[in-house]
C-alpha cells in the first residue's frame, strides 16, 4: 500500500485500491459531444459563445468552451443580459442581486439550506484538501451544489462514477483518471455565506454561466472556505 | 510536441491553455494538469519521443521561473499520485526530477510566497504552502525527497 494511501482519510481497502487502480482507463478517453442545443436557444448560445470567446482570448479552439444548454430557462436572463455578464471581464461582473429578482434567488439558495455537497478527484482531494485546514480557492470561494442533488446524482450513479462526471460536466474519464471520486459534504452550512456566483470566483471558469446553474443544469451557488473539519467525505472508486 | 513546444503547453501559454469543463474541478492552476498530461499519454501512443519531451519539458520548467518551478512540482505530484496508485502511463524520472527540484526551490523561495503570474495571465497565491504540503504528503513519505530540507 502506498504511502499516498496511508496519509489519506478516506477509509479503504488495499486490494480494491489496486484493482480500481489497474483498471484506470482515463487516458483512453472517449469522445463526448457537450454541445446539446435545446430548442429555440440558438440566439441566447450564440450571444453566451461570443461572449466567452472574448473573455478568454487565450483559449485555444479545441478547448475554447462549448456549453450545453440545459441550464436554459432555469435562470430568468435574456440573451442579452447573459451577453453583457460574460463580456464583463473577470473580477469586474456585477453582483447577481442586479440582474436576479429577490424570490428567484431566495428560492435558489433554498436548496442549499439542508447541506452542500461536491466531488473531486482523489488526486486533488490529496493535493487540495488533505493538504489544507479548509476548503476552497485561494480568495476564500469555494463552488458547490445542494446536498439533496448530489443525493439524487448519488442514487442514479448507484456507485457508477460516469454517471457523475456527466451529471456534473466532468470529462468521461476524468475521476479513473484521478484515482477515483470523493465526495464532499458540509451540512453545518449556516455561517458559509452561500451565495449565487458572480463569476468573478476563482473558480470561475470559461464555462462559467450566470445565473446559479451550470451549463449541464445543476444548480450552484459559492462558499466561503469550508472548515475540513465540517466535512463528511466519501470515497468511490469506480470500476 | 512536435514543435519542440512542450513548456509552453506544459505552462499553459496561450493557444495551449487547458480549461477543466467542471465548476466543481479544483484546481489552482494556469492549465489543466491533467488534461495536458492525458495529451502527452495520446502523443506517446503515437511517436516515441512524447515521454522524453515530458521529462524535458519539466526539466526546463524546474530551471526556469519562479512560476514555472512551481508548475514543475505541480506536475510531480500528480505523477507521483499516479505512480504511488499503480496508474502512471507515463515512464518519468520522478526521483531525478525530485532531485532536481530540491536544488532549485531555494532560488526562488521569497517568490513562492507571493503571487506568481503566468504567461497566460493566471495568477497563483500562496504556492509556497501548496509545496510544502504536497512535499510533507507525497514527496517525502513516497520519495523519501525533502524539497524544503532547511525548514524540516
Known amino acids: ?239 | 510536441m512536435a514543435k519542440g513546444e512542450v513548456v509552453p503547453f506544459l505552462r499553459g501559454d496561450g493557444a495551449y491553455r487547458k480549461i477543466p469543463q467542471s465548476d466543481f474541478a479544483g484546481e489552482d492552476a494556469p492549465t489543466d494538469t491533467w488534461q495536458v498530461l492525458r495529451d502527452i499519454h495520446t502523443a506517446a501512443n503515437e511517436t516515441s519521443h512524447a515521454e522524453k519531451a515530458l521529462s524535458d519539458g519539466l526539466s526546463a520548467l524546474l530551471e526556469g521561473t519562479a512560476g514555472d518551478v512551481y508548475l514543475a512540482v505541480l506536475y510531480l505530484t500528480r505523477l507521483s499520485l499516479a505512480e504511488q496508485g499503480g496508474r502512471l502511463p507515463l515512464k518519468t524520472p520522478l526521483h531525478e526530477l525530485l532531485l532536481t527540484a530540491r536544488e532549485n526551490m531555494i532560488k526562488h523561495r521569497n517568490a513562492f510566497s507571493g503571487e506568481l503570474v503566468f504567461p497566460n495571465g493566471f495568477i497563483k497565491k500562496a504556492a509556497l504552502e501548496d509545496m510544502q504540503g504536497w512535499n510533507e504528503t507525497v514527496f517525502l513519505p513516497c520519495y523519501g525527497v525533502d524539497l524544503f530540507p532547511d525548514e524540516n
Not at chain 1, 442514479?156 to 476524468?174: N, T, W
Not at chain 1, 446559479?212 to 470515497?235: M, N
Open chain 1, 1 to 239: 500500500m502506498s504511502n499516498v494511501a496511508r496519509v489519506n482519510e478516506v477509509p479503504r481497502k488495499a486490494s480494491r485500491l489496486k484493482k480500481c487502480l489497474r483498471t484506470a482507463t482515463a487516458w483512453l478517453l472517449l469522445t463526448v459531444s457537450l454541445l446539446l442545443w435545446g430548442a429555440g436557444a440558438p440566439a441566447l448560445a450564440k450571444a453566451a459563445s461570443t461572449a466567452a470567446a472574448q473573455k478568454e482570448s487565450s483559449v485555444s479552439v479545441e478547448s475554447a468552451p462549448s456549453h450545453d444548454w440545459k441550464w436554459l430557462g432555469k435562470a430568468p436572463l435574456t440573451a442579452e443580459q447573459v451577453q453583457e455578464i460574460l463580456a464583463a471581464p473577470k473580477g469586474e461582473r456585477p453582483d447577481p442581486a442586479t440582474y436576479l429578482d429577490k424570490k428567484y434567488m431566495q428560492r435558489h439558495l433554498k436548496q442549499f439550506r439542508q447541506g452542500v455537497s461536491f466531488v473531486m478527484g482523489l488526486d486533488n482531494y490529496v493535493m487540495y484538501v488533505l493538504t489544507r485546514k479548509s476548503i476552497g480557492r485561494e480568495d476564500g470561494s469555494c463552488f458547490v451544489m445542494p446536498k439533496i442533488v448530489c443525493d439524487d446524482i448519488a442514487k442514479k450513479a448507484r456507485g457508477d462514477i460516469s454517471v457523475y462526471e456527466q451529471a456534473l460536466g466532468f470529462e468521461p474519464g476524468y475521476f479513473q483518471g484521478h484515482g477515483g471520486l470523493v465526495r464532499i459534504d458540509v451540512t453545518e452550512v449556516a455561517d458559509l455565506h452561500v451565495r449565487i456566483p458572480s463569476g468573478n470566483e476563482a473558480g470561475a471558469n470559461a464555462y462559467w454561466l450566470p445565473g446559479g446553474y451550470t451549463s449541464g443544469g445543476v444548480p450552484e451557488a459559492v462558499s466561503d472556505l469550508i472548515p475540513k473539519a465540517r466535512i463528511h467525505v466519501t470515497r468511490l472508486q469506480g470500476e
